[in-house]
């Protein structure tokens, strides 16, 4: 189907920056070592850059209308799935297709042609696979070619390193080291809790025995993983994941060290201390003993790499307790920060912490992206890091240097007994956030007089700020009924995408304004909730959510709700945004907009989405109809819409087999993959 109306959906930027553009983009992706041959997809997030960006253009405005489904691949065949959510972008490699499915993170081939599966592995069970909180929250794999032959690597909930044979999911002999449970292969596999804790003081003081089968006490921490590792220049190198930080109620955890181990053997190389120890950089960050004891910082969203420097960049989210601060003071290196190593010796090259003492769970939940541009006549090799609260981060990746200036801005200091936190937050000057940070009086609704001045009435009860306002505590007397903050960003539900032949980044937003209480720890501990690893109960932790109250049944801060915007990173600038979604019924038939234009509102869900070829291609969101838009890449024009099987979520993905150009969407309810093609595909013998 069509809607020409579409066409109106983005802001034009004028000719002259088209056509700027047209005459850049040759040299722009010129040269690039993405680690990914033309028509695949070897990445997570499609290449080693992390750019989710296929340069595969069969598909392009004049024939993106005639796309059929090709197939249909279920997840929930493999076990259940929690909200009916399908969490792995998929790969594409030398004719297969790869991805995980189910809660025990089932690893599957799948025919590209035909949907059909080819072959599958599954860990067999355990009690670490049993205790683990991340059982369906598994992003994909990982590849590497080892002497001529693909191998798939990927780590599961229990934490546990596999190396498979591509073609035929056979374990790789001689990788790894026999694991002592019942139906693990004989080779081919790696324990990753061993070198993990071997250096670690509370595991060197307990005093007990490892227990393969179960892993390390509860009352020391549990650790796992939810995104794939990465190869680099024959290096594996492996993340992690904890409990979310808003579950816990201890303060003990065991940090989420970066490992690397040989590509080749399994043969453990070294690992990066994310919490510092004495004699380390960063360690003066850490005020008190904490570093001792207290984890969870970890990298659990994917990873990026520029194989020709040897680095490989991460992301992390914060220490223990993601809402209190008061046990741990200091910046707390490297927690909410992005890092880049030497990947042959796991040394720090350089750092970016964004949130100094995060107690706002604003871990950064997307791959950092990797890009050359062209900064005021300068070629840059950058990194550009998008984040929870919509400000956008960008390096040079070699050295680290901010590209725009990061200002160190007074922020808000709490109220909170016992806790502690950073005078200053770093703020880019450039690029704008993706939503406007706090509320100004410009952004208060006014459809109407009378609905602007009940919205101003409301918000005098409220303290609202940016991103960095704290929380206030059950009980507390600060005279408003809550702190607010407001801002809007991306999780790892929506990742942004980076067309590296242009230098735009397309990032999806919506705008929130919460401000949750912090509660007793006391009262709030529960002894036999899994969440809480540790013995010592925190003295506050997550409680009630606070939110800003509804005008007449509307948001009281102007649209768009949800949209999705065009940044060229040679510039700062944003250069188009998109409404995604469409307003809800009761937003429709509300008496107080009858006679609005809504064809900008937006809503319903941040969008995911990818660039191929020349086409931007964008769902509209967890909540909106069940189609799939291509737009114009450089102007946001709408080209055209077809419907999909149900809404996207999570992730898409572009490759080229059997020379027929394919786009594959995860959708929802049930958890599925759809594969999309152009018609005339003869699918000749299936593998």
């Avoid at 072959?119 to 994909?140: A, F, L, V």
């Avoid at 804790?197 to 307990?206: H, N, Q, S």
């Avoid at 207290?294 to 790499?305: I, K």
């Avoid at 070829?613 to 509209?620: K, R």
Wanted: glycine share 12%.
């Amino acid at each position: 189907m069509s809607t020409p109306s579409r066409g109106l959906r983005s802001h034009s930027y004028g000719v002259a920056f088209v056509l700027g553009l047209l005459l850049v983009a040759p040299t722009l992706g010129f040269g690039q070592e993405r680690q990914n041959p033309y028509g695949e997809w070897r990445y997570q997030s499609g290449d080693a850059w992390g750019t989710r960006y296929s340069p595969v253009d069969q598909i392009n405005a004049s024939n993106f209308a005639d796309l059929e489904v090709a197939w249909e691949w279920r997840a929930d065949n493999f076990g259940p799935l929690v909200d009916q959510q399908f969490k792995s972008t998929p790969t594409y490699i030398d004719g297969l297709l790869y991805t995980v499915a189910g809660q025990r993170r089932t690893v599957v081939a799948i025919d590209p042609t035909t949907g059909e599966t080819v072959w599958t592995y599954r860990e067999p069970n355990t009690e670490r696979w049993e205790r683990s909180m991340r059982q369906n929250y598994g992003k994909g794999v990982a590849y590497g070619e080892v002497d001529g032959r693909g191998v798939i690597f990927y780590t599961s909930p229990a934490f546990f390193l596999h190396a498979l044979d591509a073609k035929t999911g056979e374990h790789i002999r001689n990788f790894g080291s026999p694991v002592p449970i019942d139906g693990f292969p004989s080779t081919g596999v790696v324990d990753l809790l061993i070198p993990l804790i071997a250096d670690w003081g509370p595991w060197l003081a307990y005093d007990g025995t490892y227990d393969a089968d179960y892993g390390i006490p509860r009352e020391l921490g549990y650790i796992t993983s939810s995104s794939p590792p990465i190869v680099v220049n024959g290096v594996v190198v492996v993340g992690n994941s904890a409990e979310q930080g808003y579950n816990q109620t201890r303060i003990e955890n065991v940090p989420g060290d970066i490992l690397a181990f040989d590509a080749r053997s399994g043969e453990f190389k070294w690992k990066f201390h994310v919490i510092p120890r004495p004699g380390e950089f960063g360690h003066e960050t850490w005020l008190n003993d904490a570093w001792q004891w207290t984890g969870d910082v970890s990298s659990w969203a994917p990873m990026s790499a520029d194989e020709n420097l040897g680095l490989v960049y991460f992301p992390t989210n914060p220490p223990t307790i993601d809402y209190f601060g008061g046990f741990r003071p200091g910046d707390n290196l490297f927690g909410t920060s992005v890092v880049a190593l030497d990947v042959q010796t796991g040394e720090r090259v350089w750092h970016f912490q964004t949130v100094h003492n995060d107690q706002w769970n604003y871990d950064l939940p997307n791959v950092p992206i990797l890009v050359d541009l062209e900064v005021d006549g300068r070629a840059i090799p950058a990194l550009v890091q998008t984040s929870k609260t919509g400000l956008i981060y960008a390096f040079n990746r070699e050295t680290g240097e901010p590209i725009w200036p990061i200002e160190e801005v007074p922020v808000v200091q709490t109220e909170v007994p016992g806790n502690w936190t950073s005078p200053t937050q770093p703020i880019p000057t450039r690029p704008e956030p993706s939503e406007p940070l706090g509320l100004d009086p410009d952004d208060i609704i006014d459809f109407t007089p009378e609905l602007r001045a009940e919205a101003l009435a409301l918000i005098q009860d409220y303290r609202i700020g940016g991103p960095y306002v704290p929380r206030l505590f059950v009980g507390h007397d600060a005279g408003v009924i809550a702190n607010i903050r407001c801002s809007g960003g991306l999780n790892i539900t929506n990742p942004a995408t980076l067309d590296p032949t242009t230098g735009i980044l397309y990032v999806p937003s919506s705008k929130g304004c919460g401000g949750g209480l912090v509660a007793s720890g006391a009262d709030a501990d529960e002894p036999d909730n899994p969440a809480t690893t540790g013995s010592t109960i925190s003295q506050w932790v997550s409680g009630p959510g606070r939110g800003l109250p509804r005008v007449q049944g509307l948001p009281i801060w102007k649209p768009p709700y949800n949209r999705l915007s065009a940044y060229d990173m040679n510039t700062g600038e944003r250069i188009y945004w998109i409404p995604i979604g469409e307003p809800s019924q009761e937003m429709r038939n509300n008496p107080a907009l009858q006679g609005v234009d809504m064809s900008r509102f937006g809503g319903g869900g941040n969008s995911i989405q990818m660039v191929a070829g020349d086409l931007l291609y964008a769902t509209e969101g967890s909540s909106g109809p069940p189609v799939l838009n291509a737009y114009n890449k450089l102007t946001g024009e709408h080209v055209g819409e077809i419907l999909i099987p149900s809404p996207g979520q999570y992730g898409m993905m572009s490759f080229l087999h059997h020379d027929y150009q394919h786009i594959v969407i995860q959708v929802g309810r049930p958890g599925r993959l759809v594969a999309l093609r152009l018609p005339g595909m003869d699918i000749g013998p299936v593998h």
